[in-house]
């Protein structure tokens, strides 16, 4: 698809592409989360505030892994709730109720510490992490799901990778956020707690974005809500409600519930082992979301800082920054495989060439760190940050948008509900 082809097709379907990009907006939550935290734990500022630089390396190293593990236990938490949350009220209160969730947890965040003592603030800022990590969990699970069951075929894959975009976006800006208080706040509380403040916005334009949104035809199908269902397949791909594309997909989403009771989820799951073919079709889900996970992007997401810093990028605000230009680099890549990738070239397609691309990319960096373990600078260190910067890109090609595609689009129907949440507990879990 060419450029002038891209922008006519997003203006023809700019209510589903609305749609999609609100949803979406949930998952700035993790991605920003991801970068926020491993910029703060490098400022000394907060390193002074808790403590943490009067501790031994391996006391610092077990602090630095709680505090980012703390919140992925909040997310399988909600993960879990999700099935039956979004089947009894809704995909779409189900989302609202999510970003309240975060914002909630956020807003503790910011005001950890005041008026307690260190460990009284280590203790809330740990609860503060965990509670707003059930909101990130619950919405990594429900935005795909949702976006799905909106869009149109033709556009799915594409308006369902925004989720992954969309986490992108919120990493680099937090990158650049941790960046410019490193330069611009002097030492102190505020420093690392101006990074958090700022994370209350996307949870605040989440909820309002999602407010206008309609509710998923799939839901309201189960519910007997039919004109309403069709309402919101009309609204996304701008038409009547008597379209026949729109009556169409309303009796094939009627056809999916013909003779089947409301299951519930307990059921989803016993079900998901009926025959081999849908066992395999469950499976598959998990599977994806399983190696997104194990092909080390967190690491780097996480300690991004600290991985510069061994290749020579030395300072907190030159590791920041360097990480900063790592965040738009994902952004743009991620941008440009939705666009132009996902569609044309295939899903099998773009994450073989993905994943082979991330393999030899770290393939060089760990063969570079054992060889030359020193900080020092030498030809090699300009190489191994370049190829950092294109294991981002190669992640964004394939493993990084489009396990979210395959997931939403391989569950079958009727179970999709609990396929989905043991994929996105995997994705957290691991």
Not at 96 to 125: C, E, F
Not at 364 to 393: D, E, K, N
Request: proline residues 3%.
């Amino acid at each position: 698809m060419g450029f002038k082809g891209a922008l006519a097709g997003i203006s023809h379907y700019r209510n589903a592409y609305t749609l999609a990009l609100s949803a979406s907006m949930g998952s700035i939550f993790f991605g920003w989360d991801t970068g926020l935290m491993g910029g703060i734990l490098t400022l000394e500022s907060f390193q002074n505030y808790f403590g943490i630089n009067k501790m031994s390396a391996s006391a610092q190293a077990n602090f630095n892994g709680n505090i980012v593990s703390i919140m992925q236990a909040g997310c399988f938490f909600g993960v879990l709730c999700t099935s039956w949350v979004s089947s009894r009220f809704g995909r779409k209160r189900s989302l609202i109720a999510s970003g309240i969730m975060y914002i909630i947890g956020s807003l503790i965040q910011t005001i950890v510490g005041l008026g307690s003592s260190q460990v009284v603030a280590l203790r809330v800022l740990y609860f503060s992490r965990f509670t707003a990590g059930i909101g990130v969990g619950m919405v990594s699970a429900l935005a795909p799901s949702y976006i799905s069951e909106c869009m149109p075929r033709h556009i799915r894959g594409r308006c369902t990778g925004l989720v992954q975009f969309s986490d992108n976006v919120g990493m680099m800006l937090s990158f650049w956020v941790n960046y410019s208080a490193s330069v611009n706040i002097a030492s102190s509380d505020m420093q690392w707690r101006m990074p958090l403040i700022v994370q209350l916005v996307p949870g605040v334009l989440f909820v309002l974005f999602m407010l206008p949104q309609p509710e998923s035809p799939r839901w309201l199908v189960e519910q007997g809500r039919y004109d309403e269902a069709a309402a919101t397949l009309a609204y996304v791909v701008r038409t009547s409600v008597d379209d026949k594309a729109v009556l169409l997909t309303l009796e094939e989403i009627k056809a999916d519930f013909l003779g089947r009771t409301k299951i519930s989820l307990f059921a989803q799951f016993r079900m998901m082992g009926e025959s081999r073919t849908t066992a395999i079709r469950c499976l598959i889900p998990s599977i994806v979301m399983f190696f997104q996970q194990w092909n080390g992007t967190n690491a780097i997401n996480y300690y991004s800082p600290q991985i510069f810093a061994s290749l020579g990028i030395t300072g907190t605000s030159s590791g920041l920054f360097a990480t900063g230009i790592y965040g738009l680099v994902k952004v743009i890549s991620v941008g440009l495989t939705l666009a132009f990738a996902a569609e044309s070239w295939g899903r099998k397609m773009c994450l073989f060439v993905g994943g082979l691309g991330q393999g030899l990319m770290m393939l060089w960096i760990g063969g570079f760190s054992a060889i030359h373990p020193q900080s020092t600078i030498v030809p090699a260190s300009y190489v191994s940050i370049i190829a950092v910067y294109l294991y981002a890109v190669f992640y964004c090609v394939g493993w990084g948008p489009l396990p979210w595609a395959v997931a939403s689009e391989v569950a079958p129907n009727h179970v999709r509900s609990a396929a989905l949440t043991v994929a996105v507990g995997v994705n957290w879990l691991f």
